[in-house]
């Protein structure tokens, strides 16, 4: 018995070692996990929009209920409300598509009041395309309100996206606040997304020249390519010729 005790003891240690040292394959697998376990879902207004079946009923008569107040509000209620979440973004991903500026706007009410809703950048930044597209100035204002109310933050290459929307709109003033926004960023400038807004200032000579200076300022060193004076003027001349 004493024999088979001590036999024990001396092998023992040896077991638990080498139960308790996991191989380097398993940690690695381990690890794997818990980083990919660990990394942040992507935004569901990044992911890939279809439109269901649902949805597709729902988009179809909302368009030809919009016209009837009493109605439309009433299916709002009853059908619209019901919706799951991916039908409900999918709808909403639809109109803006289509340009629907009205349907997108009753939606948009709508998900900012669904119990899933969490404030984020590519939500307000689809929005605020639809609306540059379509050359809504009162409801870029409301919209970009509610962001602010709701401490929304756009990284840089949205920014300069957003400006060259609305620039390319035909809103240069409403272009220009969001671009007084993008220099009160805390996010750090990059040279990119100002070289995109310059290009779409091309139309804006006294404007660019704003931008321009902060851009020197910004990234010193850094050349920023001027067009010609006179391409405007060509192009001008060239329209008045054919109207002619």
């Not at 999918?90 to 109109?95: G, H, K, M």
């Not at 969001?178 to 750090?188: A, K, T």
């Not at 850094?222 to 060239?238: A, H, K, Q, S, T």
Request: aromatic letters at 12%; a neutral charge.
């Amino acid at each position: 018995m004493w024999r088979w005790a001590k036999s024990l003891v001396r092998k023992s240690p040896a077991r638990i070692a080498a139960v308790a040292e996991p191989s380097l394959r398993t940690l690695d697998t381990q690890y794997r996990f818990h980083r990919c376990a660990s990394r942040p879902s992507l935004s569901i207004w990044r992911r890939k929009k279809e439109l269901g079946k649902e949805g597709l009923i729902v988009a179809k008569e909302l368009k030809r209920l919009r016209f009837d107040p009493v109605r439309f509000d009433r299916y709002m209620r009853s059908s619209v409300s019901r919706l799951l979440r991916s039908d409900l973004v999918s709808v909403l991903a639809e109109f803006q598509r289509q340009d629907q500026v009205f349907l997108s706007m009753k939606l948009y009410d709508v998900v900012r009041k669904e119990i899933w809703y969490r404030p984020d950048m590519y939500f307000y930044r689809d929005m605020l395309m639809m609306l540059a597209r379509n050359k809504k100035v009162d409801e870029t204002k409301r919209v970009w309100e509610d962001l602010k109310r709701e401490e929304v933050l756009f990284d840089q290459h949205t920014f300069g996206d957003l400006v060259r929307a609305f620039l390319d709109g035909g809103l240069p003033s409403v272009a220009i606040d969001i671009y007084d926004e993008m220099r009160q960023s805390p996010d750090p400038p990059l040279s990119l997304p100002y070289r995109v807004i310059l290009k779409g200032l091309l139309p804006y000579p006294e404007l660019r020249e704003k931008v321009k200076d902060d851009f020197s300022e910004l990234f010193p060193g850094m050349i920023v390519y001027d067009p010609p004076e006179d391409l405007f003027e060509d192009e001008d001349g060239r329209t008045g010729s054919e109207d002619d």
